[in-house]
């Protein structure tokens, strides 16, 4: 009989919680709010060493949020999401912990494609992981195509390319490296390093990958100083590389050795129908 009566009770008092908990997860937002995290140095005051562990929960809290937004996509609910919100919580989790690889992923993933203007915020972040994520080139590449498609600072996105080069050896960011110096009118400079790069490569394909990046950049820059030249005699643009040709200024076409066609844009730069690579598009 006391079993009985016991098991009633223990029956109530679950159907007594369980049916209004339902009723809150059926009935709640499908966007997790973020909640409030004070600033990283006070957390870190009075964490210590425990401050890792709640970098930790900052980018948990964020991906919880970032995937509650995915679901309101899904079911078509307009809840605004809480950006501000996010970005503060991830640069708190950097704060507390600079080696945390997941926050950097985090932003790099969600803001710089979702937020307006956020590449140049998400790029502090990324240098300042940089300073202690020394062996890491992630970031450098993180923040140089966000320099390059987001920012148009090929400048900027060549030297990030660069150290991300440096860093892991591989031949794809030297390849970008040189590109974007080109598109930075610092050509000269790309050479430079593409040299370095085809001097130390060990493979033979990747060595002769770089020799042709470098003869193609050569050839390229040849045409660049005829423009400079033929702008200082004639006070504007030449129109066409033939022009060159014509008023003795180039002897003739370099060859491009991607099999595309140098011509010069609007701006009197030096581009090639090959985009610098095998297999780029005709102009």
């Known amino acids: 009989m006391i079993r009985k009566v016991l098991f009633i009770a223990l029956l109530g008092s679950y159907v007594a919680v369980i049916v209004p908990f339902s009723s809150y997860l059926g009935n709640r937002s499908i966007v997790n709010k973020l909640g409030y995290m004070p600033e990283a140095e006070i957390v870190k005051f009075a964490l210590g060493d425990l401050r890792y562990l ?6 948990f809290k964020v991906m919880l949020y970032f995937g509650g937004m995915v679901d309101n996509d899904i079911n078509k609910l307009k809840l605004p999401p809480e950006y501000p919100g996010m970005s503060r919580m991830i640069s708190n989790a950097v704060r507390l912990d600079p080696y945390n690889m997941d926050a950097y992923y985090l932003a790099q993933a969600t803001f710089v494609w979702d937020v307006k203007d956020s590449a140049k915020e998400i790029n502090k972040l990324l240098i300042y992981g940089m300073r202690y994520r020394t062996w890491d080139y992630y970031l450098p590449f993180f923040a ?8 148009h600072d090929y400048n900027s ?17 030297t390849t970008l490296s040189a590109r974007y110096f080109h598109e930075a009118g610092r050509t000269e400079l790309g050479i430079m390093f593409i040299d370095s790069m085809e001097h130390s490569a060990k493979d033979e394909k990747v060595r002769t990958s770089y020799h042709t990046r470098k003869e193609a950049l050569l050839n390229a820059q040849k045409i660049t100083d005829a423009v400079n030249r033929y702008r200082e005699k004639q006070n504007v643009d030449p129109n066409t590389i033939e022009e060159l040709i014509s008023k003795g200024f180039l002897n003739k076409v370099p060859v491009d050795p991607y099999g595309g066609k140098f011509y010069l844009s609007k701006n009197g730069r030096v581009e090639s129908t090959s985009k610098f690579a095998f297999g780029g598009q005709s102009r």
């Not at 709640?54 to 980018?59: G, I, R």
């Not at 140089?144 to 920012?151: D, E, M, P, T």
């Not at 030297?159 to 591989?170: H, I, R, T, V, W």
């Open 157 to 173: 996105a060549a030297e990030f390319m660069k150290k991300a080069a440096e860093l892991s050896g591989d031949p794809l960011f």
């Open 54 to 59: 709640a970098s930790q929960w900052a980018v």
């Open 144 to 151: 140089g195509f966000n320099s390059a498609y987001f920012l």
